[in-house]
């Protein structure tokens, strides 16, 4: 029983993970103008963030030896509230970046910390739950701006709500403790104090680590074209208008939260490798569907194909990383791993944008399709040298 209370209170603080993920998209365009700002420095806000989630991700192996993966969770909630509640009250730009600081290094070690002892602790198709519900809050993030602006045209609500209950959490894990401590009892577990720091250069040279983290960027790449040119790529290379566009490119995020809910249901029929080959070979086929020309019904479908293909290979390729790398080394990769996986988040959107500028924004699925491909390969090569021993 304790173990389930712990899983039910990682499972909330994902969808808390997932919340503020989303939220700057979705209140940007009215939050612009009450801060000063420019339209396109959302960008900026978001690489800051993304910069300092990168940087939280590779410093939480050595925080969580010292300091036990629930303490560094708890701080990190705390640190996420904070920064969401100074959001809330924040008039300039520069605050609003300022800001951008601890929510990164908090959410990149939560981020980390989480996917690691779960990892350890639980089975893959807890994993995958564990990211449908990162996908949940990513999606009540901008229902919740949309419903505000709507009633009460504001957008600083949504930021304090989110801040209140951050700060709930925090405390909630703050009373926690005796819960991890429990399951670092288990028998066989791999304690906090076990984790062995490791120099990033020590971990890229880790065999299998260079193939590991290349599908990892690429995934994180692959989703992030999605999620950044599908609906550009539906209106100005398809005609699609963009009302449409954008119920189609909501499919993409159906079959990511849908698809993660079935991969935790047939885990426990199928081996990790053989989730992330299903789930590459899915999404190449929904790829294919995008490039297909005039037919235009199969754009929706294309859509919902690449999310549920996509569902199964990060939480899987996570889900491995004790048995790939050891349980002891293991914090130290997730942490690089979370890095690698941002980084390409953050760098494929400009990197297609200006390939697209310079060719038309019918290219989208041709470098969708390349990411996948670099996926293929590079997971099917771990696969392969994991099976030779």
Known sequence: MPVTALLILIYIAFISLGIPDSLLGAAWPAMHGDLGASLSLAGTLSM??????????????????????????????LLTAGALLGLAASGSFWVTAALCVPLGLGGGAIDSGLNNFVALHYKARHMNWLHCFWGIGATVGPILIAALLDTTGQWRSGYAAMGVVQMALALVMALSMPLWKKA??????????????????????????????????????????????????????RGISPQTAASWVSLYFLGITGGRFLSGVVSSRLR????????VLCSLAGAALLLVPLWDFL????????????????????????????????????GTQMAFAYIGATLTPPLSGAIAHASGLWIMPVILTLLIVIMLVASHYIQRRLRAG
């Open 184 to 237: 670092n009892e288990q028998e066989g577990a791999v304690h906090d104090e076990d984790i062995v720091p490791m120099k990033l250069r020590d971990v890229v040279r880790l065999p299998l680590a260079f193939p590991v983290f290349a599908t990892l960027l690429a995934y994180c790449g692959g989703e992030s074209v999605m999620t950044v040119w599908g609906a550009s790529f539906l209106v100005d290379a």
């Open 272 to 279: 990790t490798e053989q989730m992330i080959r299903l789930g």
């Open 48 to 77: 800051l963030t993304s910069t300092c989630t990168v940087i939280s991700g590779l410093l939480s192996a050595r925080l969580i030896s010292r300091f036990g993966t629930a303490r560094v969770t708890a701080v990190s909630v």
């Open 299 to 334: 754009l929706p479908v294309g859509f919902f194909v690449v999310g549920l293909g996509f569902a199964p290979i990060f939480p899987s390729m996570l889900h491995q990383t004790p048995r790939v790398f050891g349980p002891k080394a293991s914090q130290s990769v997730m």
